[in-house]
């Protein structure tokens, strides 16, 4: 009896061993064959926030926390420091900046609105109504004199005179959100603070629709895709898409690197088809097939900082934002390009 067992015992320890060996192979992913970003000096170890340029593809702004204002004129490859007087002894946080040509704006903590008409040469205060409910978190600049304001509690304003007068696009704010995003034909998706549901608004919309989350993970973040999507960011390092034109139905969610346990912060397309995840700890995910199969860029782990943005101005120019003063660039190579 035990010559029988023994062979049968080894033949189970060796499927064992198979089983093990493939689902390690599934949960780690594979590298990139090339490594498009280039981590770029700054003079600066603040968190950054958000990234613009006007409509010279080299002229640029960075902000962030502390008042972080840097500028670029070689396209984002080199940036010096610029100080602006804002007439008192507060310490703002800059989380927003958008150019529509040479007219741009920026947004703060506490309340705090900038308007340029000159590329940022000279940067103009715009009063703030102490009535403006939650703080401004994102500006969108929409043409000569226009701009659309969220705050971080959900009520959306736009002005059209360069910010005198200002008109409520909601009737009702949304509550206290962790994140919102809005898509370039002027719909709004955003996250609650606890991550417990989102909610969605769109042009003609007297209020925010409340939706739930359809797992038990907390949500981290969503937006708008290229490809008619929306996308969203789950806790435990999940991801997954709608359906085509759906709020509420959804594929099946998707853990690119499943044997790992670091978040995942924040997505953007570069094309329709090839998609950027990033995350904590310097980790950095793509898809090049519309999010069915995922790869990982190694080369950028060692970079000390947890990645909060990614964002692509065009296919050929991207950006990621970290702490810590961190700024990488997308440098395609020919075959990306």
Known sequence: MNSILKPLKQIA???VAVLLCASCARG????????PWQVIELPTQETLSDIAFTDDPNHGWLVGKNATLLETTDGGQSWQQRSLDLGDSLIYSFNSVSFAGDEGWITG?????LHTLDGGQTWLRVPLSEKLPGSPYA?????????????DIGAIYRTKDGGRTWQAMVQEAVGVIRNVSRSNDGKYV??????????????GQEAWEPHNRNSSRRLQ????????????????????FSQEDSLDEWDEPISPEYATSWGLLDL?????????????SGNLLVSVDGGQTWQKDRAVENVPSNFYKVMFISPDRGFILGQNGTLLKYQPSTEAA
Do not use: H
């Not at 780690?28 to 490594?35: C, D, K, T």
């Open 13 to 15: 320890i060796v499927v």
């Open 28 to 35: 780690f992913l594979p590298s990139v064959e090339f490594n």
């Open 109 to 113: 903590q506490p309340n705090i609105l």
């Open 139 to 151: 500006i969108t600049a929409l043409g000569p004199k226009a701009a659309e304001l969220a705050t």
């Open 190 to 203: 955003a996250v609650s603070a606890r991550g417990s549901f989102y909610s969605t608004w769109e042009p």
């Open 221 to 240: 973040n969503m937006g708008f895709g290229k490809d008619g999507r929306v996308w969203l960011l789950a806790r435990g390092g999940v991801v997954q």
């Open 268 to 280: 953007a397309y570069r094309t329709p088809e090839e998609i950027w995840v990033a995350g904590g």
